[in-house]
């Protein structure tokens, strides 16, 4: 399964910083043929700050620190040497003992890694799986048991098919711990230094986390091995390609107000983010009512009807997806033009990780977000982080000619039923 387009290039402004005369091309990083060949097939046309400062050190086998997030192209900065270590290190595959364990907190993520796997070593001797929970554990059984080099695994299901022994990973070379800090903000701590236990000590090793926290200084000092760190920052040039404004709303009339944005059809697609998961339901069903196409996206949806949003999605036949932080980290979808934060996140790296989430492939975003008042902290927050005041909105479209219908639908059967009991009780008369 593939639910990630790793052939769509990013403009270098897009969270990169533009490419300079003097920044490397692909073949000056030491890669193989094969894989240069692989990158032109893609459309990239030269690398990233992550991926020239961090491949030719994982080459030579370095640990890694990468203080990065998605969009940088950090998935290509350790997928690309991986892959080129495992073919000149050429081994036989060995059923359930994988040589790359790749740790990552969501379903999402795992399945853009493993897609991005797959494209970069499409010609190449290489295999590569995915584990998560969520799906029956049969085929990912099977897969294992046929023989993997690369496996990219969410923490639970990994755990899971380690204590059924269809896991093995005595024989892993190289250990990526993905968004180590949405890792443990997602409570997996306990699940990773169970899974580290299982490791063996000769290893390369490299962890990747969008903000440094105390306990993942310690993490990294547990884990790594003398680390070449690598930081880059794409939200500063991302978050200058986005029009931000704040929208200053009492808690109850955040619903019409979104309907009432929406009524704008130069929303194309748009993410609305909430906080919780049941706020997500309610705000994709209130939108979907009044006849715009929604959908949510979080965590305690099935991995399927998760799948089959984010398809139609990308595709276009939704035009709103309404998602919790956790469930929309590192998604990958082109063409969001507005991203609406209904909720404002808590913590201020959250709201620039949520705006990236437009103004991808080099192209502007609009970012809103609603402001009530038990929000103001919060709002104070983002902008000392972003360094700058977000534009109050201006006038919002008129009001719909409906108004949206309100959240519960009224008691029509019983009411119905109530006119017909007074008919037939007249017409006994
Ligand atoms: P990532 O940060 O790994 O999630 O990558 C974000 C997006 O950038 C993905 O869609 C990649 O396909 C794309 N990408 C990665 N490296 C490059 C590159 N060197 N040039 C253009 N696009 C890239």
New binding site residues.
């Given amino acids: 399964m593939s639910t990630?387009?790793?052939?769509?290039?990013?403009h270098p402004d897009a969270g990169f910083d533009a490419a300079s005369p003097t920044s490397p091309a692909f073949a000056d990083l030491d890669l193989s043929p094969a894989l240069l060949d692989a990158l032109e097939r893609?459309g990239?046309?030269?690398?990233?700050p992550i991926?020239a400062q961090a491949i030719p050190h994982l080459l030579r086998g370095r640990d890694l620190l990468g203080v990065a997030q998605?969009?940088?192209?950090?998935?290509?900065a350790f997928a690309l040497p991986i892959i080129q270590g495992l073919v000149e290190r050429h081994k036989r595959l060995q059923s359930r003992r994988p040589r790359v364990l790749v740790l990552t907190p969501t379903r999402e993520l795992a399945s853009?890694i493993s897609a991005?796997f797959d494209a970069y070593s499409k010609r190449l001797p290489v295999c590569s799986t995915v584990v998560f929970g969520g799906v029956g554990k049969m085929p990912q059984i099977r897969a294992m048991r046929r023989g993997v080099d690369v496996l990219v695994a969410t923490p639970g299901r990994l755990l899971d098919l380690m204590q059924q022994r269809e896991v093995d990973l005595s024989r892993i070379e190289v250990f990526v711990l993905d968004e180590a800090d949405r890792m443990l903000d997602m409570g997996f701590v306990r699940d990773v230094r169970r899974v580290l236990e299982q490791l063996p000590d000769e290893r390369q090793s490299l962890l990747f986390s969008a903000t440094m926290p105390e306990d993942i200084v310690q993490l990294s000092k547990t884990l790594l091995r003398d680390p070449l760190r690598v930081e880059v920052t794409p939200p500063s040039t991302t978050v200058e390609l986005i029009e931000q404004r704040v929208c200053f709303v009492e808690k109850p009339d955040k619903r019409p107000l979104l309907a009432r944005i929406l009524q704008d059809n130069t929303i194309e697609r748009a993410l609305v983010f909430t906080r919780t998961k049941h706020g997500a339901d309610k705000v994709a069903r209130y939108l979907h009512r009044g006849g715009i196409r929604a959908a949510a996206l979080h965590g305690n949806k099935t991995q399927g009807a998760r799948e089959r949003a984010l398809d139609m999605f990308r595709a276009g036949r939704l035009r709103v997806l309404v998602a919790t932080d956790i469930a929309a980290r590192?998604l990958?979808v082109p063409g969001i033009t507005h991203v609406i934060n209904y909720d404002l996140p808590n913590m201020p790296e959250s709201y620039v990780h949520r705006i990236g989430r437009t103004a991808r492939a080099g192209k502007d975003g609009i970012a809103i977000s609603f402001c009530d008042s038990s929000e103001r902290t919060y709002l104070k927050a983002i902008q000392r982080e972003i360094r700058r005041t977000l534009e109050v909105m201006g006038e919002l479209p008129p009001e719909p000619k409906r108004a949206a219908p309100p959240l519960k639908r009224p008691a029509a059967t019983s009411s119905r039923r109530r006119v017909r009991r007074r008919r037939t009780r007249r017409r006994a008369y």
């Fill in positions: 990630e387009s790793p052939g769509a290039p990013v893609r990239y046309e030269s690398p990233t991926q998605t969009g940088t192209g950090k998935t290509a853009q991005s590192g990958d």
